[in-house]
């Protein structure tokens, strides 16, 4: 009944706000969903975007989400949880084919359910369920994602984003391109 009132208000949040920016990478889009909620309410608002909290299937993705993200102390929802001890479960179904305990930048103590991605150590975190998180969603691409959804941006994502910078004077053009 609480998930859904909650997926409800989401999908009504969802429709309110503009349309997200997806990175492609593989036959998945992701994107980072800067508003922080619990893991479960976070899951909700995937769901109604199409998709689930990310899943993340060896080191080289991991380190491709980490470079999605703000390069602070930034901690985001993964779809990851733990449901038994040593037991963890992604939110999309798919197998958890990483071992965990090597991806695991500390101990899980005990309440810590569901992990997210230290984004400055590109290592996963447990957390308790219940904190509020920024996180990241992703979706399998289908012919209903890719063309005839004009509101989604897409871009082709397989190197750390850059940021360039152009600066104009009245006699000189300036560039600059950070990675």
Same mark, same amino acid.
């Given at each position: 009944? !609480?998930?859904?009132?909650?997926? =409800? @208000?989401?999908? *009504?949040?969802? *429709?309110?706000?503009? @349309?997200?920016?997806?990175?492609? /990478?593989?036959?998945?889009? %992701?994107? #980072?969903?800067?508003?922080?909620?619990? #893991?479960?309410?976070? $899951?909700? %608002?995937?769901?109604?975007?199409?998709? @689930?909290? @990310? =899943?993340? %299937?060896?080191?080289?993705?991991?380190? #491709?989400?980490?470079?999605?993200?703000?390069?602070?102390?930034?901690? +985001?929802?993964?779809? !990851?949880?733990?449901?038994?001890?040593?037991?963890?479960?992604?939110?999309?179904?798919?197998? +958890?084919?990483?071992?965990?305990?090597?991806? !695991?930048? $500390?101990?899980?103590?005990?309440? $810590?359910?569901?992990?997210?991605?230290?984004?400055? /150590?590109? +290592?996963?975190?447990?957390?308790?369920?219940?904190? /509020?998180?920024? #996180? +990241?969603?992703?979706?399998?691409?289908?012919?209903?994602?890719?063309?005839?959804?004009? &509101?989604? =941006? &897409?871009?082709?994502? =397989?190197?750390?984003?850059?940021?360039?910078?152009?600066?104009?004077? &009245?006699?000189?053009?300036?560039?600059?391109?950070?990675?």
């Amino acid at each position: 009944m !609480l998930f859904a009132l909650i997926y =409800s @208000a989401l999908v *009504a949040m969802a *429709a309110a706000a503009p @349309a997200p920016s997806w990175a492609t /990478r593989g036959d998945k889009q %992701h994107t #980072f969903v800067r508003k922080r909620m619990t #893991f479960d309410a976070a $899951q909700a %608002h995937c769901a109604a975007l199409g998709g @689930a909290l @990310a =899943s993340i %299937h060896s080191t080289e993705e991991n380190t #491709f989400f980490a470079s999605l993200l703000p390069q602070s102390n930034i901690k +985001v929802w993964i779809g !990851l949880r733990r449901t038994a001890p040593d037991t963890y479960a992604f939110s999309d179904g798919t197998a +958890v084919d990483l071992d965990v305990g090597a991806m !695991l930048g $500390q101990r899980m103590r005990s309440g $810590q359910q569901c992990l997210a991605l230290d984004a400055r /150590r590109a +290592v996963w975190v447990g957390l308790r369920c219940s904190r /509020r998180r920024s #996180f +990241v969603c992703s979706r399998v691409l289908s012919s209903s994602t890719s063309g005839s959804d004009t &509101s989604v =941006s &897409s871009t082709t994502i =397989s190197e750390p984003p850059t940021t360039e910078t152009t600066t104009t004077t &009245s006699s000189t053009t300036t560039t600059t391109t950070t990675t």
